[in-house]
Nanobody, 127 residues
Framework: QVQLVESGGGLVQAGGSLRLSCAASGRTFRTYAMGWFRQAPGKEREFVAAIWSSVGNTNYADSVKGRFTISRDNVKNTVYLQMNALKPEDTAVYYC????????????????????WGQGTQVTVSS
């Protein structure tokens, strides 16, 4: 069992930056792939970024490529999402999630692939 707790959300102006953190419980954290998703009001939950494998393979949604960076610290059992050049359309509740690892990168873009979810943290970007 893995429990996930996000933090770091808040209100920021367009063009600004935020770093989200997701602290995980459990000794098996390093064996899981980790992802970030987001959900805006009235919209479906969408994939943002994922990180997996011992070498830290990553994948990003096209909408955040070049602006967001996912990383993890297996000593601290924490995964991060560095968000730069934020836009109003990035406003959403951001969720971290854990999944059993797979070699298929497309697997990580599907919410159904993830077994564990945090409670979410609100990110609001003002124009």
């Amino acid at each position: 069992q893995v429990q996930l707790v996000e933090s770091g959300g808040g209100l920021v102006q367009a063009g600004g930056s935020l770093r989200l953190s997701c602290a995980a419980s459990g000794r098996t954290f390093r064996t899981y792939a980790m992802g970030w998703f987001r959900q805006a009001p009235g919209k479906e939950r969408e994939f943002v970024a994922a990180i997996w494998s011992s070498v830290g393979n990553t994948n990003y949604a096209d909408s955040v490529k070049g602006r967001f960076t996912i990383s993890r610290d297996n000593v601290k059992n924490t995964v991060y999402l560095q968000m730069n050049a934020l836009k109003p359309e990035d406003t959403a509740v951001y969720y971290c999630a854990g999944a059993v690892q797979s070699s298929d990168s497309f697997y990580y873009a599907r919410a159904a692939s993830y077994n564990y979810w945090g409670q979410g943290t609100q990110v609001t970007v003002s124009s």
